[in-house]
């Protein structure tokens, strides 16, 4: 199965900053990598697929990268509706697997 | 509006058995395959199955092959889960979601619904 590793596990932040979460494939897996941002008690949402592409109604201030079995996303300028749990996903082969989740919490 | 709701959770003993099942709506059902994904209490995302748009073709996860079996029925826009030999492990809200794929082979899933809770406890 191919790993996907998050970091970091947890992160704190103001309004205003600029955050990176970066997601490590254990084997290539091209650009079939996915993000997801989930708030409590309700299910994830697509923010970007294919690495780099904006999901539809998805703000420009979040953005994905992508180098070799190294993928990040970014949040140009953190925003209160920002503050949730983001997770990475390969979808190159199934299974289909996640990263373990960053928290983003307001500092 | 595109979305997807999934019902059928409840609390069941170990080696019981549930029918989960997910409705769609906003959208040609039977053009597009479906997935289920499942989460522990306080843990992360687990892709659990997929199907594809006909039916005809089924993935699962090494931890339910063999329990649990992924079916669809387009004439009622429903995706259905049933969850036979059931685990602790196996408590988790369980979420479907639409199954989407570009021109290039990329896939993600997308929308997601809300989850309906599974609970294993004697």
């Known amino acids: 199965d191919i790993q996907m590793t998050q970091s970091p596990s947890s992160l704190s932040a103001s309004i205003g900053d600029r955050v990176t979460i970066t997601c490590r494939a254990s084997?290539?897996?091209?650009?079939?990598l996915n993000w997801y941002q989930q708030k409590p008690g309700t299910g994830p949402k697509l923010l970007i697929y294919?690495?780099?592409s904006l999901q539809s109604g998805v703000p420009s201030r979040f953005s994905g990268g992508a180098s070799g079995t190294d993928f990040t996303l970014t949040i140009s300028s953190l925003q209160p509706e920002d503050f949730a749990t983001y997770y990475c996903?390969?979808?190159?082969?199934?299974?289909?697997?996640f990263g373990q989740g960053t928290r983003l919490e307001i500092k | 509006e595109v979305q997807v709701l999934e019902s059928g959770g409840g609390s069941v003993q170990p080696g019981g058995s549930l029918r989960l099942s997910c409705a769609a709506s906003?959208?040609?059902?039977?053009?597009?395959?479906m997935t289920w994904v499942r989460q522990a209490p306080g843990k992360g995302l687990e892709w659990v199955s997929t199907?594809?748009?006909?039916?005809?073709?089924?993935w699962y996860g090494d931890s339910v092959k063999g329990r649990f079996t992924v079916s669809r029925d387009n004439s009622k826009n429903t995706l259905y889960l049933q969850l036979n030999s059931l685990r602790a492990d196996d408590t988790a809200v369980y979420f479907c979601?639409?199954?989407?794929?570009?021109?290039?082979?990329?896939?993600?899933?997308?929308?997601w619904g809300q989850g309906t809770l599974v609970t294993i406890s004697s």
């Open positions: 979601a639409r199954y989407e794929y570009s021109s290039s082979s990329n896939r993600w899933f997308d929308p």
């Open positions: 906003g959208f040609t059902f039977s053009s597009f395959a």
């Open positions: 199907i594809s748009s006909s039916g005809d073709n089924t």
């Open positions: 084997q290539t897996i091209g650009t079939y």
């Open positions: 294919a690495a780099s």
């Open positions: 996903q390969q979808s190159y082969i199934t299974p289909f697997t």
